[in-house]
């Protein structure tokens, strides 16, 4: 038998109410007891993965080089 901690079918239930809350993995690791990885695992299992949101600010504002000679500009010299 598996240990308790990481009997699946036993604590998917809770998992699944949490998720659907919107816990985060560290959340649902400490409310069930099982480690980080082992949440992570399970949500993946049960097929709970959430899609990947695209930010649209950090693409937005890339680093771009300075321009040739702007260093003297920014310094004052």
């Known amino acids: 038998m598996a240990r308790p901690s990481l009997d699946y079918d036993r604590i998917a239930p809770a998992v699944r109410q949490l998720h659907a809350g ?24 049960i097929g709970l993965t959430r899609p990947v ?10 680093r771009r080089p300075l321009q040739a000679g702007a260093c003297l500009e920014i310094g004052h010299v």
């Not at 985060?24 to 992570?40: C, T």
């Open 22 to 45: 919107g816990s985060s993995v560290r959340a649902i690791a400490a409310k069930v007891g099982i480690s980080v990885g082992s949440a992570h695992a399970l949500i993946s299992h």
């Open 53 to 62: 949101v695209e930010k649209p600010v950090a693409s937005a504002r890339r």
